[in-house]
């Protein structure tokens, strides 16, 4: 697996530190537009998502103990720095995923609204004044970060996906392991480098690239990993739900769906085109809020099939860097297949 290594080359972010796998093993993310290399990335295992978790355990206890106001000014500080590399970051997810340009912006401005969000919200995590049976006495109640947090995320959403996932664990006092998919890890390890311009405490949000099932096993297993959240298939979701269960971890799953639109015939044709057309070709339909199947009233079929032709026929194909495309390639040739088996 370990390859010849062009530049760029990645490195995990564990613990404050930018590392590479301890087996040395790499793999290459490749630009699904052309085939070329993108960078060379760490293929970590047992031992790395191990070093992470520790680093993430070591880091609790102080970073839970700050008071809110001070974790936002820590986020705040992540979103500064990635609102100055906002660009770059943009033009990678188009290289490594292959969205358009305007997609790729869109993620950047939810990722930075996601941590400017949730830095404000830790500010509201209130607890509750409970009346007691006995005379004379009140309960409080106070909510409290939960740990060690592993997160799992997909490669269709990969910068805002961790923004998700990261800015209330962080914002709540959890530290946080974040495995990205193996397609699109080096956006991940691109904002770990913007945690790390941003002097993030070290140890309180960490990165290992690599093996999945190896990465996913260290969550399941070791007892400092008290959440686990994961977006993906339903058959990864359910193997984790039930490794999960021998630690009763909590768990956050967002699994594969098959959305529906319903078009009656008295809705508004131009806006109904406009939406579903927008649903059904984001991110070259690899979005779970995609519009797989569309249920037409007999009256309008006729024309929102034609309307929907014409308007597939005006979008422009390519290369996501291009001026003026509408939609990128599929991520890798099985997805290739998949959509060739259905048509």
């Known amino acids: 697996m370990t390859q010849e290594s062009p530049t760029p080359l990645g490195a995990m972010y564990i613990d404050g530190r930018f590392e590479p796998a301890q087996s ?53 500080r992540v979103a500064d720095a990635l609102e100055r590399r906002r660009d770059e970051i943009a033009l990678l997810i188009t290289m490594e995923e292959g969205k358009p340009s305007h997609e790729a912006q869109g993620e950047l401005q939810l990722s930075i609204d996601s941590l400017r969000w949730y830095a404000e919200e830790s500010r509201r995590a209130y607890g509750a004044w409970i009346p007691d049976p006995v005379p004379g006495r009140r309960l409080l109640t106070q909510r409290m970060p939960v740990g060690v947090c592993g997160a799992i995320i997909p490669w269709n959403v990969p910068c805002a996906m961790i923004f998700r996932k990261a800015a209330p664990a962080l914002a709540a006092g ?10 699109t890890s080096y956006i991940a390890l691109k904002v770990a480098e913007v945690f790390a311009e941003a002097e993030f405490p070290a140890g309180v949000m960490n990165f290992v690239t690599g093996k999945s099932s190896a990465i996913g096993n260290v969550f399941l297993t070791d007892m400092r990993v008290r959440k686990i959240s994961f977006t993906g298939s339903t058959e990864v979701g359910r193997l984790l739900l039930r490794g999960a269960a021998d630690q009763i971890k909590r768990v956050s799953m967002e699994l594969g769906g098959n959305a529906p639109v319903i078009l009656f015939d008295d809705c508004d044709l131009d806006a109904t085109i406009r939406a579903v057309s927008t649903l059904k070709f984001l991110n070259a339909g690899q979005a779970c809020i995609g519009a797989n199947r569309i249920y037409v009233q007999s009256g309008i079929y006729d024309e929102v099939a034609r309307r929907l032709a014409d308007h597939a026929q005006t979008m ?5 860097s291009q001026a003026g495309v509408a939609m990128g390639p599929l991520i890798d040739m099985k997805a290739v297949e998949k959509v060739e088996e259905l048509v």
């Open 24 to 76: 040395g093993e790499t793999f290459v993310s490749t630009n699904p537009t052309n085939g070329e290399a993108v960078a060379v990335i760490p293929f970590g295992d047992e031992r790395d998502a191990r070093r992470a978790v520790d680093a993430a355990a070591a880091a609790f206890p102080a970073w839970s103990s700050l008071s809110a106001a001070a974790r936002a000014k820590h986020i705040h």
């Open 174 to 183: 959890c530290t946080m392991v974040l495995k990205p998919a193996e397609a």
């Open 316 to 320: 422009k194909v390519g290369d996501g």
